[in-house]
């Protein structure tokens, strides 16, 4: 077994047992909720098995719908973000991100920074429009939904830098 894909299933584990025992139980001037789980989806490598990320991704989201008794939004928001996230990457990164060694979790720079925004606002707009499912609702959707994304992104570019790898 590679250590990429013992990595890739230690942070699954690591990330599902944080949202769930931590980031669950913290709750924004009750707003917003953050969801640091996407990082799954978000650090998955480039050059990865797709159909391995689309399932591992379903399977996160629906873990996290059975812990939080949601329904299946997280799990649909989860496998949206995963099949959008190569167009995700060419948008932020260019045609050539393929042949590129692109590591989220270096020095951020706007192009990252552009990947992780975009990556969390998509996942955070089909939660929350999945969520409430009316059109009356759209306002206070989309607010919760500005939170969310603001906080979710900051302990995400946190979260990111406190796993980075030091220097050798």
Known sequence: MSSTVIINIARFIILLLMQVVVFNRIDLFGLADPYPYILFIILYPVNGNRALLLVSSFLLGLFIDMFTNSGGVHAAASLVLAYVRPSIF????????????IKINEKLSPERFSFILIS????????????????????DSLL??????????????IIIYLIKPGKQ
Do not use: D, N, P
């Open 120 to 139: 969390v606002v998509i996942h955070h707009l089909i939660l929350y429009l999945l969520e409430v499912f009316r059109l009356s609702f759209l306002l």
């Open 144 to 157: 919760r939904m500005f939170i969310a994304t603001l906080f979710t992104l900051t302990l995400c570019i």
């Open 90 to 101: 060419k948008f932020s990164f260019g045609l050539s991100y393929e042949y590129q060694t």
